[in-house]
């Protein structure tokens, strides 16, 4: 699934700007194999995005797409335009989302539901199923959800890696991107297209490989 994920990557930014981050040598040797880029990271970090800020000191570049390696029906193209975003919004975060489909359920805990301003700038995401709702005539038509595909700057991931911990609600929510309202950083949301389906659980697993089966990838 890793190598699924690079190639996706690949077709949005090219092989050569692809890198694997990994605290495991045997992940390293696999991507490696298939010809990609690999960047060794220590075991100690909190979360994905602190592992994105010790591969940021090893690398490069003005903005720094992390897309995670549990999202294999990510399109190449919703990784241009969070990318797109970021370059005319260098101040922000800039996180995916997606409409949440009738085939999922909103109350699932694997799934952060996003809640989001019209204009796009992320109020808060969480587990639960939100935004909530006293009165069922006023209950929201869809729920939002995030796609994990997020754009940084290295002085965003260097900020965030200081922190040095995880944030009460980013614990809490076990949400990482949460830890970025700690540090006073504004998060714009980027619709994505539908479908995106993340694996957290073995129990997601049958449900991807319908869909790419769907897509002719299997």
């Not at 909190?46 to 390696?69: F, W």
């Not at 797109?84 to 800039?94: D, F, S």
């Not at 006293?134 to 939002?144: R, V, W």
């Amino acid at each position: 699934m890793v190598l699924w994920c690079a190639e996706l990557a690949a077709k949005a930014v090219g092989r050569d700007h692809t890198y694997v981050a990994t605290e495991d040598d045997r992940i390293k040797a696999v991507v490696e194999s298939a010809g990609f880029n690999a960047v060794m990271t220590s075991k100690a970090a909190l979360t994905g995005t602190d592992r994105l800020a010790e591969a940021a000191d090893l690398l490069d570049y003005d903005i720094y797409i992390n897309v995670q390696g549990d999202e294999p029906l990510v399109n190449p193209a919703d990784i241009l335009a969070v990318e797109k975003k970021k370059k005319g919004a260098m101040n922000c975060i800039v996180n995916g989302y997606c409409w949440i489909s009738p085939d999922e359920d909103p109350h699932s805990v694997n799934i952060p539901k996003v809640v989001s301003t019209e204009g796009g700038r992320l109020l808060y995401m969480s587990r639960a199923a939100v935004p909530a709702f006293k009165d069922p005539a006023c209950a929201p038509k869809q729920f939002k959800k995030q796609v994990c595909i997020y754009a940084f700057t290295r002085d965003e991931l260097k900020a965030y890696k200081a922190f040095g911990r995880k944030s009460e609600v980013e614990f809490s929510e076990d949400i990482e991107i949460l830890r970025f309202f700690e540090i006073g950083k504004e998060i714009m949301m980027v619709q994505t297209e539908p479908g995106s389906l993340a694996v957290d659980v073995p129990e997601d697993i049958p449900g991807v490989e319908a869909a790419l089966q769907k897509l002719h990838c299997l």
